[in-house]
């Protein structure tokens, strides 16, 4: 007996140590409902997963997005297409593939009209078989790749996905089924203990499946096949994990990144969705109340078992077709062999066996002899704001009325009131971007449309601490109404105190609070969440192109792409602006003076050098030199800034070619 209190004991300790390092059952659910509120503000229909979208954030976890094509659907059969909206309809055909893979042919029936509506784009990616036309899951990439991705950033694709220079997120268009598709349908109704319930099954069938843009390796039809995706379904059925469970899947899933990044022979040979699977199926067998903290490393060690003789047999049938074997063919004799041996030597040193690891690397001087106390505010509060940088750049005319709409009808508990009121507000700077302001027009309608703009100004003040404001400068500078706009200058100048978080830096391995910082939060521990967000917290903030809110000088920056300002650099060179249309030089180079000391900062902060961001404040800097007629100091910034932007993302080059 008092070996199993000791066990439970060992447990409940590592459980709680997990949950400072991971994220407490709170920090989780705070990050599922804030990515849950963006997707619902999106212009696009939207599927935040990955690590990020499932409440994991790590130092490897990553962020999938999907988008579904909102200009297609599949279907099972031709009697079921429905005509709406546009919308070109395919039909699956799974009889020469392998399961959970199938090709998409266009609807024979009034195929004439259909193919008239068709873009040139997509008769590109169709192609002619004796099933007619077949949609290319090959071509259907590569025409994203070209028209969502050329000329901004080094990007490429990665499986059924398009993802950035640095494998940090997965870009993936998608095609929606309405309907549970027959080769599922045994998932429905085969035995099982008691997870996952009816209700939630229930709910996963009503929310059909996705095709992702891959096809069966191997097969000579590869670059026509689509892969059926269970992503929705998935994510509700990790949503329905206890913590226990979400905790044991995130060890597996740290411990397959770290053996990956250790043995590159074996890089790519498993992969995160193989753990998801594995845990599926166990959690599928097992009683869910079984699932405790005082059962953690038990329950882990099981897991890990059963992944050892997945591997050791080469069996982990999918979980929704289990027809299809994930490891058939997977292994050869050598790795077979190295893996089996990896995870055998893991799974006898236990819990030990992270005593090494990179993302838990404090564990060892720590012994899992893990407090409430050491849960402090301020590793809470990082692992909260952290994942509000990555929710602002997406979206723009219809977010703010969609959310509004949410926040009326569905928001709840006061924790999504809070999180539905950040992202509104966020959401609100975004409407007056798309303002337009026709010459033709009289007085009357400019001053109506002013006033609209202003009203959703006031509204995005209170997003963070300082990007509305500035956002709301920009409108009055536009405006030519140079007072208003600085005095708004001045006030948030002041608001740039040494107790505000720049959230762009949260990305960073090491960040910890400063004493001013950990001071303040400890002291307003009793605020909601919410509120600490908008008080103390400062994003870098996008102009959207051809925003009606960006000043004339840099309307070249943001003529046909987004593009990213940090907030006290763009303060500086706003406020030097207004100044120069006011004649006032001596503030012009006082203003110069602390935008060069900014611009030296950011230089000066290592890998942040190359975002576009930062080099856009080099920009900003040569700008107001040339403005002040010190070509030979524009063209040295411009230089700096043509040099660090090194896939071309800026408008450093052509202002640096013509100042030559």
Same mark, same amino acid.
């Given at each position: 007996?008092?070996?199993?209190?000791?066990?439970?004991?060992? @447990?409940?300790?590592?459980?709680?140590?997990?949950?400072?390092?991971?994220?407490?059952?709170?920090?989780? #659910?705070?990050?599922?409902?804030?990515?849950?509120?963006?997707?619902?503000?999106?212009?696009?229909?939207?599927?935040?997963?990955?690590?990020?979208?499932?409440?994991?954030?790590?130092?490897?976890?990553?962020?999938?997005?999907?988008?579904?094509?909102?200009?297609?659907?599949?279907?099972?059969?031709?009697?079921?297409?429905?005509?709406?909206?546009?919308?070109?309809?395919?039909?699956?055909?799974?009889?020469?593939?392998?399961?959970? &893979?199938?090709?998409?042919?266009?609807?024979?029936?009034?195929?004439?009209?259909? !193919?008239?509506?068709?873009?040139?784009?997509?008769?590109?990616?169709?192609?002619?078989?004796?099933?007619?036309?077949?949609?290319?899951?090959?071509?259907?990439?590569?025409?994203?790749? %070209?028209?969502?991705?050329?000329?901004?950033?080094?990007?490429?694709?990665?499986?059924?996905?398009?993802?950035?220079?640095?494998?940090?997120?997965?870009?993936?268009?998608?095609?929606?089924?309405?309907?549970?598709?027959?080769?599922?349908?045994?998932?429905?109704?085969?035995?099982?203990?008691?997870?996952?319930?009816?209700?939630?099954?229930?709910?996963?069938?009503?929310?059909?499946? !996705?095709?992702?843009?891959?096809?069966?390796?191997?097969?000579?039809?590869?670059?026509?096949?689509?892969?059926?995706?269970? @992503?929705?379904?998935? /994510?509700?059925?990790?949503?329905?994990?206890?913590?226990?469970?979400?905790?044991? *899947?995130?060890?597996?899933?740290?411990? !397959?990144?770290?053996?990956?990044?250790?043995?590159?022979?074996?890089?790519?040979?498993?992969? %995160?969705?193989?753990? /998801?699977?594995?845990?599926?199926?166990?959690?599928?067998?097992?009683?869910?109340?079984?699932? #405790?903290?005082?059962?953690?490393?038990?329950?882990?060690?099981?897991?890990?078992?059963?992944?050892? *003789?997945?591997?050791?047999?080469?069996?982990?049938?999918?979980?929704?077709?289990?027809?299809?074997?994930?490891?058939? +063919?997977?292994?050869?004799?050598?790795?077979?062999?190295?893996?089996?041996?990896?995870?055998?030597?893991?799974?006898?040193?236990?819990?030990?066996?992270?005593? @090494?690891?990179?993302?838990?690397?404090?564990?060892?001087?720590?012994?899992?002899?893990?407090?409430?106390?050491?849960?402090?505010?301020?590793?809470?509060?990082?692992?909260?704001?952290?994942?509000?940088?990555?929710?602002?750049?997406?979206?723009?005319?219809?977010?703010?009325?969609? +959310?509004? *709409?949410?926040?009326?009808?569905?928001?709840?508990?006061?924790?999504?009131?809070?999180?539905?009121?950040?992202?509104?507000?966020?959401? %609100?700077? +975004?409407?007056?971007?798309?303002?337009?302001?026709?010459?033709?027009?009289?007085?009357?309608?400019? *001053?109506?449309?002013?006033?609209?703009?202003?009203?959703?100004?006031?509204?995005?003040?209170?997003?963070?601490?300082?990007?509305?404001?500035?956002?709301?400068?920009?409108?009055?500078?536009?405006?030519?109404?140079?007072?208003?706009?600085?005095?708004?200058?001045?006030?948030?100048?002041?608001?740039? $105190?040494?107790?505000?978080?720049?959230?762009?830096?949260?990305?960073?391995?090491?960040?910890?609070?400063?004493?001013?910082?950990?001071?303040?939060?400890?002291?307003?521990?009793?605020?909601?969440?919410?509120?600490?967000?908008?008080?103390?917290?400062?994003?870098?903030?996008?102009?959207?192109?051809?925003?009606?809110?960006?000043?004339?000088?840099?309307?070249?920056?943001?003529?046909?792409?987004?593009?990213?300002?940090?907030?006290?650099? &763009?303060?500086?060179?706003?406020?030097?602006?207004?100044?120069?249309?006011?004649?006032?030089?001596?503030?012009?180079?006082?203003?110069?003076?602390?935008?060069?000391?900014?611009?030296?900062?950011?230089?000066?902060?290592?890998?942040?050098?190359?975002?576009?961001?930062?080099?856009?404040?080099?920009?900003?800097?040569?700008?107001?030199?040339?403005?002040?007629?010190?070509?030979?100091?524009?063209?040295?910034?411009?230089?700096?800034?043509?040099?660090?932007?090194?896939?071309?993302? $800026?408008?450093?080059?052509?202002?640096?070619? @013509?100042?030559?």
């Amino acid at each position: 007996m008092p070996r199993i209190s000791k066990e439970k004991g060992e @447990s409940l300790n590592f459980y709680k140590y997990i949950c400072q390092r991971i994220g407490s059952e709170e920090v989780v #659910r705070v990050r599922r409902l804030t990515f849950v509120i963006s997707d619902i503000g999106q212009n696009e229909t939207i599927i935040t997963s990955g690590s990020k979208g499932e409440g994991l954030n790590f130092n490897s976890s990553d962020l999938d997005i999907m988008f579904i094509d909102p200009y297609a659907r599949v279907y099972e059969s031709e009697t079921e297409v429905v005509k709406k909206g546009g919308r070109l309809p395919f039909i699956m055909n799974a009889d020469e593939t392998q399961p959970c &893979f199938t090709q998409l042919y266009l609807v024979t029936r009034h195929q004439n009209q259909t !193919l008239v509506k068709v873009s040139d784009g997509v008769l590109n990616m169709l192609e002619i078989n004796h099933l007619g036309y077949v949609l290319s899951s090959e071509q259907y990439k590569q025409f994203h790749l %070209s028209k969502r991705f050329r000329g901004k950033w080094s990007a490429k694709i990665h499986g059924p996905c398009i993802a950035d220079e640095y494998d940090n997120t997965d870009f993936a268009w998608c095609l929606k089924c309405d309907k549970w598709i027959p080769l599922a349908r045994p998932w429905v109704s085969r035995p099982r203990t008691a997870w996952p319930s009816p209700e939630l099954i229930s709910k996963i069938v009503s929310c059909g499946v !996705l095709f992702v843009p891959i096809g069966c390796k191997g097969s000579i039809n590869e670059n026509l096949e689509w892969r059926v995706s269970f @992503s929705v379904a998935e /994510k509700f059925l990790i949503f329905s994990f206890s913590h226990t469970q979400l905790l044991c *899947y995130t060890l597996l899933k740290i411990l !397959l990144k770290e053996i990956e990044e250790k043995h590159e022979d074996l890089k790519g040979l498993l992969c %995160s969705y193989f753990i /998801k699977t594995l845990m599926f199926w166990i959690s599928e067998e097992t009683d869910p109340y079984s699932w #405790r903290p005082d059962n953690f490393i038990r329950y882990f060690m099981a897991c890990l078992q059963r992944l050892l *003789y997945c591997v050791r047999y080469s069996i982990l049938s999918h979980y929704f077709i289990p027809e299809n074997n994930l490891f058939s +063919l997977r292994f050869n004799t050598y790795n077979k062999e190295k893996i089996t041996t990896i995870i055998k030597n893991v799974y006898a040193k236990g819990i030990n066996c992270f005593a @090494s690891s990179n993302i838990l690397q404090d564990n060892q001087s720590r012994s899992y002899e893990i407090t409430e106390s050491l849960i402090s505010e301020n590793n809470r509060f990082l692992q909260l704001a952290s994942i509000f940088p990555t929710i602002r750049f997406y979206g723009r005319v219809n977010r703010f009325a969609r +959310l509004l *709409y949410e926040f009326l009808h569905h928001s709840r508990t006061d924790l999504s009131k809070g999180l539905f009121t950040l992202q509104l507000s966020a959401a %609100s700077m +975004l409407v007056p971007e798309a303002t337009q302001y026709p010459n033709w027009t009289g007085n009357k309608y400019h *001053y109506l449309m002013y006033k609209h703009d202003l009203s959703h100004l006031m509204i995005g003040l209170h997003s963070d601490a300082g990007s509305g404001w500035l956002m709301l400068a920009s409108f009055f500078y536009v405006h030519k109404n140079y007072i208003a706009a600085l005095t708004v200058i001045t006030y948030t100048l002041q608001k740039y $105190t040494d107790e505000k978080i720049y959230l762009r830096f949260l990305k960073d391995k090491n960040v910890t609070l400063n004493y001013i910082q950990h001071h303040v939060v400890k002291l307003m521990n009793k605020d909601k969440l919410h509120t600490l967000l908008k008080t103390l917290t400062l994003h870098m903030f996008t102009f959207h192109s051809k925003s009606s809110l960006v000043p004339q000088e840099i309307q070249q920056d943001v003529s046909s792409t987004p593009n990213m300002y940090d907030p006290l650099p &763009f303060a500086l060179f706003l406020y030097f602006l207004c100044n120069y249309h006011l004649h006032d030089l001596t503030s012009c180079r006082k203003f110069l003076q602390r935008l060069k000391h900014a611009q030296w900062t950011l230089l000066n902060c290592g890998t942040n050098v190359f975002h576009p961001q930062s080099v856009n404040t080099v920009i900003l800097y040569g700008i107001a030199h040339q403005l002040m007629g010190d070509t030979n100091d524009a063209r040295h910034a411009f230089q700096v800034a043509a040099g660090l932007d090194k896939y071309n993302l $800026t408008s450093a080059a052509s202002r640096l070619s @013509s100042l030559i």
